[in-house]
């Protein structure tokens, strides 16, 4: 039998000394160096700076000195700048509630003076300040000295005075890796401003600030901090959406830019997935989850999509306040931000890149600067793009390129698909004696089995001449194994997936022939029942109209009981109770629920690939050209409904490497 334990020693309840509690803070807001640098570089940007400058030993162990041009700090205020809360960034609840500024809390100088020697070199610009002032934060002393307009803070010998925390430091390299990551994540987001990172004497990184702003500016900030390869595989996204204000006034705008990368640029890690919340880098999981969706119905596999995202709303609508780092944020109305974000990369990724790519250059235009509410962002906003007829809700306009009619002397068009159907699709033969009749006469063997099918002659002098500015995805001349599309643009070479293509095309149309009707909804002969949380009860009864949109109807049994009367009628064959709680679980996150439209979308397309065109198939040159003209104006064409590419772009330059032209 077990003793038991003894009872622990009565402690009174003591006020904790100021050292104590400014190291307490100093342990939620310094996890490592980069947590400095980024406290710091907040703090610069606050002031107004243009140009910062961060200096480091020992992967910021020993020193991190960040050096800016900003406003600086009076005399009379230094002493109080050290202080915990103290702060020149709210003075009220009203203030805090409406947070306008990257730092706000006041006690990361205070905490990181708990346990570093920390001093301050600052000069403001003004006619009453003729010199700098250095000030000790350990001693408190005041100094003059000399220096231009702004602030130098230095931090020495982090965590000295807690030296068990500085043995979970890791290597130089690896927290050197970490404040760059710190630097590189306010780099993106203010194109504005320089930064240079040194290192033990040596640059490290640097990034020049990028005069003229707008779209330009931000695009080539991030191919200056991520590499050119980021833009050459991105879009760029603009998403304006009006939220009325809980008084009626002029509506508050929610918007979201950036440039979200294609699905053939996605990686196997998370790790280049870059979002902001008023400038502010946040890891936030609505913005997370509503970026993952977006790319639902493109990417393959568990890949990660890439992607720069700027959310700009009004700082009352968002609380910055609960997290002691401000990595987090949580939303007055998540569920519009997630629906904003989620339709953003949607209708940017829908265009056709084969189209689009001509225009891109011109498509976006600089516009005004940020909203008034952002003032410390300093991003522009610009035009979005001209894009193709959306089944998200966006306006439709017009399209940046020509669309292509054929003739009725062209032969059938690939939306007509019974002639693209019938018994023959799928000839084979196992009759050796047939195959010797191919064998000695090519002529005689079925057409959909020709290896290869070119151009005839007079089909080639029918065809109707090329409109100004070319077909983005050129003109077919052959037909490959009855499986590729070989067509000749101004680039070189481009090869089509026939079946990928087509299904991608009858899966689109299915989507709008659906989007434009309300889900049917089918009653269950006996209700499902189920043992429900108290959450999702109030989910369901919150949430009646739009279940019913959904096609379900789920209503309250029993205090703790929910009934399952009715579902889709699509998915009349499926779980009710497994579908009904994936569905609350979804619309106490979101606005509307992913998960019918996923498993809406994974019906449509098994259709979809039932009924594009087969590999084999023999296609008259008109046909083949028809589907290029209609994957030219079909969203997301450029991926089949699993994720794969469509086509591909082999460019007269690669061609010429093949043969060694040239060399």
Not at 247 to 253: E, F, H, S, V
Not at 341 to 363: D, Y
Not at 364 to 385: C, F, K, N
Request: glycine share 6%; net charge negative; aromatic share 4%.
């Amino acid at each position: 039998m077990n003793a038991p334990l003894p009872l622990p020693t009565r402690r009174p309840i003591l006020e904790l000394p100021d050292e104590l509690i400014s190291q307490i803070a100093a342990g939620e807001v310094v996890e490592r160096p980069a947590s400095v640098v980024r406290e710091l570089l907040d703090n610069a940007l606050d002031a107004g700076a243009t140009q910062i400058t961060v200096r480091l030993q020992a992967g910021g162990v020993r020193l991190i000195s960040v050096e800016d041009n900003g406003g600086g700090i009076l005399r009379a205020e230094l002493p109080t700048a050290l202080k915990r809360h103290a702060t020149s960034k709210i003075a009220s609840l009203s203030d805090l509630e409406s947070v306008g500024t990257m730092g706000f809390r006041g006690e990361a100088l205070a905490a990181i003076c708990s346990i570093a020697e920390v001093s301050i070199l600052t000069r403001v610009d003004a006619a009453g300040e003729p010199h700098g002032w250095l000030l000790d934060g350990r001693s408190g002393e005041l100094q003059p000295t000399a220096r231009g307009p702004g602030t130098t803070v230095e931090v020495r010998e982090l965590f000295f005075a807690t030296p068990a925390r500085r043995k979970f430091l890791k290597t130089d390299a690896t927290e050197l890796a970490h404040c760059i990551e710190a630097v590189r994540r306010h780099a993106l987001a203010r194109p504005e401003v320089g930064f240079a990172i040194w290192h033990d004497g040596k640059l490290a990184a640097q990034w020049r600030a990028v005069p003229g702003g707008g779209i330009d500016a931000l695009r080539q900030r991030l191919a200056d901090v991520l590499g050119e390869d980021f833009i050459e595989q991105a879009v760029a996204v603009n998403w304006p959406l009006a939220i009325p204000t809980d008084t009626g006034d002029q509506p508050q705008r929610l918007r979201v830019w950036g440039f979200a990368g294609v699905p053939d640029a996605a990686r196997s890690r998370g790790d280049w997935q870059f979002a902001y919340v008023n400038g502010r880098y946040v890891r936030d999981k609505v913005i997370t989850h509503a970026g993952r969706s977006a790319y639902e119905d493109v990417l393959h596999g568990h890949k990660q999509p890439v992607y720069a995202l700027y959310v700009s709303l009004d700082p009352t609508r968002v609380d910055v306040n609960v997290h002691p780092t401000k990595i987090e944020v949580r939303f007055r109305d998540s569920r519009e931000v997630h629906q904003a974000v989620r339709h953003a990369v949607e209708s940017a990724l829908a265009v056709p890149r084969a189209a689009a790519a001509a225009a891109a250059q011109g498509a976006l235009v600089p516009g005004e600067a940020s909203p008034d509410h952002m003032p410390q962002a300093g991003v522009p906003t610009w035009t979005a793009p001209d894009r193709l007829p959306s089944t998200l809700g966006a306006a439709q306009n017009p399209l940046p390129f020509q669309r292509y009619t054929p003739p009725d002397t062209v032969g059938q068009r690939v939306s007509d698909l019974g002639a693209l159907w019938g018994a023959s699709t799928e000839r084979t033969s196992t009759d050796p004696a047939r195959t010797a009749e191919w064998a000695d006469s090519p002529e005689a063997m079925p057409a959909n089995l020709l290896p290869v099918r070119a151009a005839p002659a007079d089909a080639a002098s029918a065809a109707p001449p090329l409109p100004a500015g070319d077909w983005p995805l050129g003109r077919a001349i052959a037909q490959l194994q009855g499986v590729y599309i070989l067509a000749e643009n101004a680039q070189g070479l481009v090869v089509v997936d026939m079946h990928a293509a087509h299904e991608r095309i009858v899966y689109e149309r299915l989507k709008q022939q659906m989007d434009n009707e309300q889900l049917a909804s089918q009653p269950l002969l006996i209700p499902a029942t189920f043992a429900a949380t108290p959450a999702e009860v109030a989910t369901a009864e919150d949430s009646g109209v739009v279940l019913a949109m959904l096609g379900l109807e789920i209503v309250p049994f029993s205090p703790k009981t929910l009934a399952v009367r009715a579902v889709p009628t699509t998915l009349a064959q499926g779980d009710p109770v497994e579908l009904a709680r994936s569905v609350l679980a979804e619309l106490s996150q979101h606005d509307a629920s992913t998960v019918v439209q996923r498993a809406r979308n994974e019906l449509l397309a098994t259709m979809a690939c039932h009924g594009a065109v087969r590999a084999n198939r023999r296609l008259t040159l008109e046909e083949m050209n028809a589907l290029l003209r209609q994957m030219e104006v079909t969203e997301r064409s450029d991926q089949c409904n699993h994720g794969r590419p469509t086509w591909r772009q082999v460019s007269m330059r690669e061609l010429d490497a093949l043969f060694l032209r040239g060399r």
